[in-house]
């Protein structure tokens, strides 16, 4: 009798414990870079968003967050997004995996706010065209997340600098994208394409006179304390997308897509209420740094834009096929 007893007491000892490992295999933690450090906004909205999801699954679904660039550069990131090494990110799309993925960095495609919102909303003729970029690598977009617009960090003061047409005879450090050599050769500066690691070292010593490829935040964040000006020109509009493994996506059950879903809907959303305030207050900190902050007004703003549309635009198009970019960009002409 007294053996009878240990073997129901054992078996049901061995059902609980494997109740208990059902129950954690069926939790699911998903693993999602980004490319800045902890604190910082996207930091906090990623974490939000880990937080509401796993509040609307019970904590079934749940996501591991690694910033900086823990799991490598986003290149690296979304190669392995693709194959189902990484499951999700927040970061900007790579032209290496696709030149087509330059259209989203088109200089002055949009100038302003409101028609950044209009471009890149979901269901917009360019999110979709970016949405199926991104599922030709087998990743899938739940939300845009918009960063800035860009500017030109300068180390000096110079002088006509909001005139397009005016030879400056400043060096800037443009990132190694046709773009943005194009724009600053054909704005009245000298483009001289560097890595980012080897930026701050080129302003620091002479090398270049300032920066362009980034805005206020990532100036102030990299820069700051070689950024004598700053020019709001809104050279590019920089967005980056949540994006998940498609096969990672269609493997979650009715229910965690659904909130996954929500939650990504809630995090763009958040942002475009957010981002140009932030834009803003990391104007301000540069400005508090010592920075001067160049006005700029629309016309001056046009005035780039028309150069960009009329000369870049052009050889852009013929490098990522200009039949497909005519499509694209036609919306924005």
């Known amino acids: 009798m007294k053996k009878r007893i240990e ?16 129950t954690a295999v069926e939790a699911a933690t998903l693993k999602i870079s980004h490319v800045r450090p902890q604190g910082t906004s996207i930091d906090k909205d ?3 968003l880990s937080d509401e999801l796993k509040a609307a699954t019970d904590g079934d679904l749940k996501l591991k967050v690694y910033p900086a660039n823990a799991l490598g550069d986003y290149t690296v990131v979304q190669e392995r997004v693709s194959l189902g090494a990484i499951d999700m990110a927040v970061q900007p799309p790579s032209a290496g995996a696709d030149k087509r993925f330059q259209v989203i960095y088109m200089p002055y495609m949009v100038k302003n706010w409101t028609d950044a919102q209009a471009a890149y909303t979901s269901g917009s003729p360019l999110r979709n065209t970016i949405d199926d970029l991104y ?9 845009a997340w918009p960063v800035y617009f860009g500017g030109i960090a300068l180390n000096r003061d110079v002088d006509q600098v909001v005139d397009p047409s005016h030879d400056k005879g400043v060096k800037l450090r443009v990132p190694p994208m046709k773009s943005f050599q194009l724009l600053a050769d054909n704005t009245g500066f000298i483009g001289s394409p560097l890595p980012f690691s080897e930026a701050f070292t080129a302003v620091q010593t002479g090398v270049v006179d300032g920066v ?10 990299s820069f700051r304390d070689v950024t004598k000006s700053y020019v709001p020109l809104n050279t590019h509009f920089e967005v980056w997308f949540l994006q998940i493994n498609a096969e990672r996506y269609a493997d979650l059950d009715d229910a965690e897509r659904a909130a996954l879903d929500q939650a990504a809907q809630a995090f763009e959303q958040r942002r475009w209420e ?22 700029v007004t629309d016309a001056d703003i046009d005035a780039y834009a028309d150069v960009a549309r009329e000369q870049i635009w052009p050889e852009i198009m013929k490098d990522i096929g200009n039949d497909w970019a005519e499509q694209v960009l036609a919306q924005f002409k």
């Open 135 to 143: 599922q030709a690598q087998d990743i899938k977009v739940l939300a």
């Open 274 to 295: 957010s981002a140009q305030a932030d834009q803003a207050a990391y104007e301000q900190r540069l400005a508090d740094a010592g920075a001067t902050i160049v006005e």
């Open 46 to 48: 990623v974490r939000q």
């Open 7 to 22: 073997y129901t007491t054992l078996a049901k000892s061995l059902l609980l414990s494997l109740a208990l490992t059902g």
């Open 212 to 221: 362009m490829g980034s805005g206020a935040e990532g100036y102030y964040a």
